[in-house]
């Protein structure tokens, strides 16, 4: 009776303690990450008598977690895709709704701009259309400057969001710590401490929403944790950090140190995964590139009206003013040189462009060993080849300063150069930007409308007396004139190209080209079929000026019919260069290939601006592909998580009844046993 007392009674004991278990599984059904526990029982020792060993009850001999470090390893890493990809999804729509919107975009005012020279072009001594060019212009240098400032302000986003991620994987990771010390204390007496490790799962799972990390478990149940590529954040229960701050070589651009006691070590490009990893693959490769490409634009835009007006004359027939401001002004070049944080000099480098139609959208990294200069493109990390001269001769004793200049291993210049004043300290390095800040600092600084040079410099015309009908066309000047010199085209006017007609057997007649003294021309005759359209090619030189003319002539000239080139001394009408600016719309100006000769390599401002919008609108449509891939892979995992691990109501429910009925009969037996008890001593009454 004693021994069925004992069976009874071990019954109700792990009866009572199952029904504890599944209390406990019920109540925290909404915990996070909690795994679903059961009880494993197991009988007593057996007792022997002599008919055999009699059982003796039974005993518990675990409280089972049910999990699975495979399916939470899959959780673990579906968190920190998806957190990555939503990270980089919500910052690129952001930057796709700004540049492809009709009203934030830059083609609205580019087209407006463009519209209001082929407007004023029509008219060039209008006033009113030429004051309506000065408004377009400052209307698209502030969009650039707003769609910069925008940008701009998503990167100072992105680095508070960075610094606000480094907090959360500092504290989590402190936590894991602590719950790895807890637990490989609570595990010294052989069982394993379920809630504990739940807890700690789930501040794994929660630091790969922020980073990606790799997990390691060790012997004594704590789990190591790597960030990056290796660094360790956890080991056992001693933390290392994670600080985001200002950059050695940018400090607009907030890098990610891994800090390990006294050492110091930048992760940032080794960072992948989680929200961080997310925010700074955003930045590298869609930011980064787009402000340059925009600063590019904007360095194209003025580059080129600029120096177009500078080839023609105002209304007061003086040389064109520039219409953007210079953007080789030098506190603006030392703006595009960053030094690094570790440089021991102060040198601060200028740099100037120098061809904005073959600038890159990429920074370039400058390194100064002691004696020789290295520099590489860091967009796709090719090496460039450094040339240096020594400007203005004769240099300094230290031979400063010094002009570099930089070409691709294609021989690809690339549009800019360096001006170092003094020698930089052994192992300086140097940040170099050149189209980063275009857009942001673009400005329109004409404010007369009568200074647009819109008529062009030269203009031919037939003698009146000529007996022919040849007709000249009006001169177009081929090389850039920098700068232009009104008094060299005074010079040499009138020149003078006098016909002579074929003689037979020949079919083509001569223009012979006559000038005042000290002019040259080449070549002296020009070759005309009469009849047919002809193109006139010529180069004068007058003074330091040296021009590449052509013009068209067509007709039957008269041997000894005269025309004439000359200064376009009162071109109040003339409105030739104000179409060669409208024209600038469609020339490919923009990402030229000075390699590629007798094809256009480059592209037209819509189009440069297009591709950018392009380029940006496929990433967006791409990561929001991305991110319902990773979301359902990330549910899927979860899911599958869940089906294992978590609690099921009803299963639950179905145990409480079952381990009711298990306790109702245990303690049944123990009333059999009394009863039995009481049958006994009745019968000695």
Request: glycine fraction near 10%.
């Amino acid at each position: 009776m004693a021994d069925l007392l004992s069976i009874g009674l071990s019954g109700l004991a792990a009866n009572k303690t199952s029904l504890a278990v599944t209390g406990h599984n019920i109540t925290n059904v909404n915990t996070p990450g909690f795994s679903r526990q059961d009880t494993v029982q197991a009988t007593r020792n057996p007792q022997f008598s002599g008919a055999g060993y009699i059982g003796s009850g039974t005993t518990l001999v675990d409280v089972r977690r049910t999990y699975s470090e495979f399916l939470s390893t899959q959780v673990r890493s579906s968190t920190a895709l998806s957190s990555d990809v939503e990270a980089y999804r919500s910052q690129i729509e952001q930057l796709d709704s700004l540049l492809a919107g009709t009203t934030t975009g830059i083609t609205p005012s580019l087209q407006k701009f463009f519209s209001s020279l082929q407007t004023a072009a029509e008219d060039p001594a209008n006033i009113p259309a030429r004051q309506l060019v000065l408004s377009e212009a400052e209307g698209l240098a502030r969009r650039f400057n707003t769609v910069s400032s925008r940008i701009n302000e998503q990167n100072e986003f992105i680095n508070k969001q960075m610094v606000a991620v480094g907090d959360q994987v500092n504290r989590l990771a402190t936590s894991i710590a602590s719950y790895n010390d807890a637990i490989a204390k609570a595990s010294a007496n052989g069982q394993q401490p379920n809630d504990l490790l739940d807890a700690r799962e789930e501040a794994v799972r929660q630091l790969s929403t922020f980073i990606g990390v790799t997990v390691v478990a060790q012997d004594n149940n704590s789990l190591n944790l790597f960030v990056g590529s290796g660094q360790p954040l956890v080991v056992g229960s001693t933390t290392s950090r994670l600080e985001v701050g200002p950059g050695q070589a940018d400090p607009t651009r907030f890098e990610v140190s891994f800090v390990s006691g006294g050492s110091r070590q930048g992760i940032t490009s080794l960072v992948t995964g989680g929200e961080m990893g997310g925010l700074i693959r955003y930045r590298s490769e869609t930011l980064d590139p787009t402000l340059n490409s925009l600063g590019r634009l904007a360095l194209a835009v003025s580059d080129q009206v600029n120096t177009q007006l500078g080839q023609g004359l105002d209304l007061k027939g003086q040389v064109g003013s520039a219409l953007f401001g210079d953007y080789n002004d030098t506190v603006l070049a030392q703006l595009r040189v960053r030094a690094f944080a570790t440089n021991t000099s102060n040198v601060q480098p200028a740099l100037n462009i120098t061809n904005t139609s073959v600038l890159t959208t990429s920074d370039y990294r400058l390194e100064y060993d002691g004696s020789n200069y290295t520099a590489r493109r860091l967009s796709d990390g090719a090496a460039m080849t450094v040339g240096m001269t020594i400007t203005p001769p004769p240099a300094s004793l230290d031979g400063y300063p010094i002009t570099l200049d930089f070409a691709d291993a294609a021989g690809r210049d690339q549009g800019f150069e360096l001006v170092i004043g003094s020698a930089p300290a052994a192992a300086d390095k140097f940040l170099l930007q050149p189209t980063r800040r275009g857009a942001t600092t673009i400005s329109a600084q004409l404010d007369q409308p009568d200074q647009l040079a819109f008529a062009a410099p030269l203009r031919s015309e037939a003698n009146l007396q000529n007996r022919g009908n040849g007709v000249i066309g009006q001169p177009s000047i081929g090389n850039v004139q920098n700068p232009l010199v009104p008094a060299d085209l005074q010079g040499l006017s009138p020149l003078t190209m006098t016909y002579a007609a074929p003689v037979a057997p020949a079919t083509t007649g001569t223009l012979t080209l006559s000038a005042p003294g000290g002019v040259t021309f080449s070549p002296a005759t020009l070759s005309i079929t009469p009849g047919q359209s002809n193109t006139l090619s010529y180069t004068v030189t007058s003074g330091g000026s040296t021009v590449e003319v052509s013009q068209a002539f067509s007709g039957r000239p008269e041997t000894g019919d005269t025309f004439t080139l000359g200064f376009n001394q009162n071109g109040v009408s003339d409105n030739r260069n104000a179409l060669k600016m409208v024209d600038l719309q469609n020339k490919q100006t923009v990402g030229v290939d000075p390699t590629v000769t007798g094809i256009s390599t480059g592209v037209s401002f819509t189009d440069g601006y297009g591709d950018l919008v392009e380029r940006v609108g496929t990433l967006t449509a791409q990561a929001r592909q991305d991110s319902a891939a990773t979301g359902a892979i990330l549910k899927q995992a979860t899911d599958n998580r869940d089906s294992l691990s978590a609690v099921n109501l009803d299963e639950e429910a179905a145990n409480l009844i079952k381990f009711e009925q298990y306790y109702n009969a245990s303690a049944q037996v123990i009333q059999v046993a009394r009863s039995l008890f009481d049958t006994l001593l009745n019968t000695f009454r």
